[in-house]
């Protein structure tokens, strides 16, 4: 008998021919994440992939915390693996359920069969059957519920037999890696966050660009997007943040420029810096948090207008969705609790007090003129300090 996790995908069924350029990538994504767990085996069968360790105390609870955070991973359960053999199928079965209605209180429960390999001698409904009725002569307080029980046991019979009461679900999406590499521009807030994990979902690597207007915005400001940057890397892998100081920039803005047009130049500049470091990596696109109307610099006009001050595409994820529905996804992926700590940002030290909602792309264009955009992005990229999490 032995313990292991079962872990299940999704989506990568559908991927035909390249099939097996998921599964591998996604193999070698769990392999990375739970290395520090101790010795692992992860091996694929069926499309399915299996996780044993020889190590005595493995923390199985810990890497199955783990795994529900891995792109690509649909569903995980813990699973006790033994031979197709009916007799100890019963033992076994006995031994979970006696230990399952004494951690909880379960009064109900069905069984629920698949049988792959068909030269096992019961049919489904037969193991069904007789495997619940075993239970029941043993456990005379439990009840069978068919249509709402308080806990399934799960009998797969496969060349080995496979027994669980849990399939807890993961984050789905694809194997980071498997995508290209996207540059986030992440900020200390609530949205942002949630772009680049909506962005990551999908088998994208991410690298975070953050812009630091120190002494306006302080340390803590930045442990802040650290911080941030840290619960991102546990979904995707590997992060590389790059700290750009921006205090110059604004002030040559804010010094320059008609005031009611510093947000949306200032904007522009976080693009093209932005777009900088993602050419330099390779990144085939720029991130953001922005939703449309959410401020008066994202409004379709102030869109336009950044957005024209680049040519790679600037994936937008959280277009259409409304505050409430980000907060939701920052909740539930850990990221809200940090974004709303109270410190300064970036956008809010030179804040127009009334930002054009409208503004022209003619007028922008005009108005950086004055500004020497070469010199102020070359030495902002030079003091860029890079940080890999
Ligand atoms: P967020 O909650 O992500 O900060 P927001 O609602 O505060 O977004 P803005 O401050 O207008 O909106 O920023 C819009 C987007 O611009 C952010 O989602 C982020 O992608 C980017 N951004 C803003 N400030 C910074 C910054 N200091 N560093 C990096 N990116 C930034
Ligand atoms: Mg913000």
């Given at each position: 008998m032995d313990k292991i996790i079962l872990v299940r995908y999704e989506e990568i069924f559908l991927k035909g021919l390249n099939k097996h350029i998921f599964e591998n990538k996604l193999i070698k994504n769990i392999r990375q994440k739970l290395a520090g767990l101790g010795n692992t085996k992860v091996t694929k069968s069926q499309s399915r992939i299996y996780i044993e360790s020889p190590d005595a105390d493995f923390d199985i609870k810990e890497a199955i915390f783990i795994l529900t955070k891995i792109?690509?991973?649909?569903s995980v359960s813990p699973v006790i693996r033994i031979k197709s053999d009916y007799e100890m199928i019963k033992k076994t079965s006995l031994s979970m359920v006696g230990e399952l209605i004494e951690r909880k209180s379960h009064k109900t429960f069905k069984v629920e069969t698949k049988r792959g390999n068909k030269s096992f001698p019961m049919n489904s409904p037969q193991i069904c059957a007789d495997l619940g009725g075993y239970i029941l002569s043993n456990f005379p307080q439990l009840k069978v519920d068919v249509h709402n029980p308080d806990f399934i046991l799960y009998v797969e019979i496969r060349e080995n037999t496979y027994l669980y009461s849990e399939i807890i679900p993961s984050v789905k999406g694809?194997?980071?890696?498997t995508g290209g590499l996207a540059t986030l521009l992440l900020?200390?807030?609530?949205d942002s966050p949630v772009a680049g994990w909506m962005v990551a979902k999908r088998g994208v690597e991410l690298e975070a660009v953050y812009f630091h207007s120190y002494p306006y915005t302080s340390d803590r400001a930045k442990d802040k997007v650290i911080k941030l940057a840290e619960y991102l890397a546990e979904y995707c892998m590997n992060i590389t943040l790059h700290v750009v100081p921006f205090t110059e920039i604004q002030t040559a803005i804010n010094e320059k420029c008609p005031h009611e047009y510093i947000t949306i130049i200032m904007r522009r500049y976080m693009m093209m810096i932005a777009e900088k470091i993602a050419e330099k990596s390779g990144s085939l696109a720029l991130v953001t948090g922005e939703a449309i109307g959410q401020v008066a610099s994202q409004t379709m006009e102030s869109m336009l207008v950044t957005e024209n001050a680049v040519s790679l595409p600037v994936y937008r994820?959280?277009?259409?969705?409304?505050k409430n529905e980000v907060i939701d996804i920052a909740k539930r992926i850990g990221t809200f609790e940090t974004s709303i700590l109270p410190y300064e940002d970036c956008c809010t030290v030179f804040v127009a007090k009334h930002p054009v909602i409208k503004p022209s792309l003619q007028k922008t264009l005009e108005y950086e003129k004055v500004l020497n955009t070469e010199n102020l992005i070359n030495n902002a990229l030079i003091k860029t300090e890079v940080i890999r999490l």
């Amino acid at each position: 008998m032995d313990k292991i996790i079962l872990v299940r995908y999704e989506e990568i069924f559908l991927k035909g021919l390249n099939k097996h350029i998921f599964e591998n990538k996604l193999i070698k994504n769990i392999r990375q994440k739970l290395a520090g767990l101790g010795n692992t085996k992860v091996t694929k069968s069926q499309s399915r992939i299996y996780i044993e360790s020889p190590d005595a105390d493995f923390d199985i609870k810990e890497a199955i915390f783990i795994l529900t955070k891995i792109f690509g991973i649909a569903s995980v359960s813990p699973v006790i693996r033994i031979k197709s053999d009916y007799e100890m199928i019963k033992k076994t079965s006995l031994s979970m359920v006696g230990e399952l209605i004494e951690r909880k209180s379960h009064k109900t429960f069905k069984v629920e069969t698949k049988r792959g390999n068909k030269s096992f001698p019961m049919n489904s409904p037969q193991i069904c059957a007789d495997l619940g009725g075993y239970i029941l002569s043993n456990f005379p307080q439990l009840k069978v519920d068919v249509h709402n029980p308080d806990f399934i046991l799960y009998v797969e019979i496969r060349e080995n037999t496979y027994l669980y009461s849990e399939i807890i679900p993961s984050v789905k999406g694809l194997p980071t890696g498997t995508g290209g590499l996207a540059t986030l521009l992440l900020s200390g807030g609530i949205d942002s966050p949630v772009a680049g994990w909506m962005v990551a979902k999908r088998g994208v690597e991410l690298e975070a660009v953050y812009f630091h207007s120190y002494p306006y915005t302080s340390d803590r400001a930045k442990d802040k997007v650290i911080k941030l940057a840290e619960y991102l890397a546990e979904y995707c892998m590997n992060i590389t943040l790059h700290v750009v100081p921006f205090t110059e920039i604004q002030t040559a803005i804010n010094e320059k420029c008609p005031h009611e047009y510093i947000t949306i130049i200032m904007r522009r500049y976080m693009m093209m810096i932005a777009e900088k470091i993602a050419e330099k990596s390779g990144s085939l696109a720029l991130v953001t948090g922005e939703a449309i109307g959410q401020v008066a610099s994202q409004t379709m006009e102030s869109m336009l207008v950044t957005e024209n001050a680049v040519s790679l595409p600037v994936y937008r994820p959280l277009i259409g969705m409304d505050k409430n529905e980000v907060i939701d996804i920052a909740k539930r992926i850990g990221t809200f609790e940090t974004s709303i700590l109270p410190y300064e940002d970036c956008c809010t030290v030179f804040v127009a007090k009334h930002p054009v909602i409208k503004p022209s792309l003619q007028k922008t264009l005009e108005y950086e003129k004055v500004l020497n955009t070469e010199n102020l992005i070359n030495n902002a990229l030079i003091k860029t300090e890079v940080i890999r999490l």
